[in-house]
């Protein structure tokens, strides 16, 4: 059974940093790319980023540029995002998902994360 | 970016009714799209990929259908676990989401 399980959310004030991770099992983790994508309270639905299989390719929406990084470490088959320079905006739920470049295959339970001083 | 727009916001429906879920792209998306469901409180599920294919282990009452820029999910048969949030997604371009139908029971 494919399991995703997110870790490392919580309150932080605007401008600090916060790093996600996401532990993987139940799959061959480093034949897939990886995603989050986040949800802000009541709202829709809203990709972060994606990284390749191996890690050579890594893609963030414009938004987030600049201040995230997703990495990912297949030995552990743990994926992460750093997040720096957080703003009220950045306040979400962070799902990390399966993703093969195209549709989310599967989800993590989401770990909340609130930018607010 | 794509802009995906979904109708309805939201839709109160019947047991055993058939429902349909509209998803219309801003530019032609050669069929690359997927359809989630949302159940209160958890995380998005994967129910349909490439427009028409059924994900893994989805019930065959949900289907989906569509090309070029418009596209739906058609649930047949409405359960009560069905009750959920749907979002359509594009992956012809970086991901978009639609903003969402809230589906109730009547």
């Known amino acids: 059974e494919v399991q995703l399980v997110e870790s490392g959310g919580g309150l932080v004030q605007p401008g600090r940093s916060m790093k996600l991770s996401c532990a993987a099992s139940?799959?061959?983790?480093?034949?897939?790319?990886m995603a989050w994508v986040r949800q802000a309270p009541t709202k829709g639905l809203e990709w972060v980023a994606t990284i390749s299989y191996d890690g050579s390719s890594t893609y963030y929406r414009d938004s987030v540029k600049g201040r995230f990084t997703i990495s990912r470490d297949n030995a552990k088959s743990t994926l992460y995002l750093q997040m720096n320079s957080l703003r009220s905006e950045d306040t979400a739920t962070y799902y990390c998902?399966?993703?093969?470049?195209?549709?989310?295959?599967?989800w993590g339970q989401g770990v909340m994360v609130t930018v607010s001083s | 970016d794509i802009q995906m727009t979904q109708s309805p916001a939201s839709l109160s429906a019947s047991l055993g009714e058939t429902v349909t879920i509209e998803c219309r792209a801003s530019e032609d998306i050669y069929n690359g799209l997927a359809w989630y469901q949302q159940k209160p409180g958890k995380s998005p599920q994967l129910l349909i990929y490439?427009?028409?294919s059924l994900h893994t282990g989805v019930p065959s009452r949900f289907s989906g259908s569509g090309s070029g820029t418009q596209y739906s999910l058609k649930i047949n048969s409405l359960q009560s676990e069905d009750v959920a949030s749907y979002f359509c997604?594009?992956?012809?371009?970086?991901?978009?989401f639609g903003g969402g139908t809230k589906l109730e029971l009547k």
């Open positions: 998902t399966s993703h093969s470049g195209y549709y989310f295959d599967y």
């Open positions: 490439n427009a028409n």
């Open positions: 997604q594009q992956y012809y371009d970086y991901p978009t």
């Open positions: 139940g799959f061959t983790f480093s034949n897939y790319g």
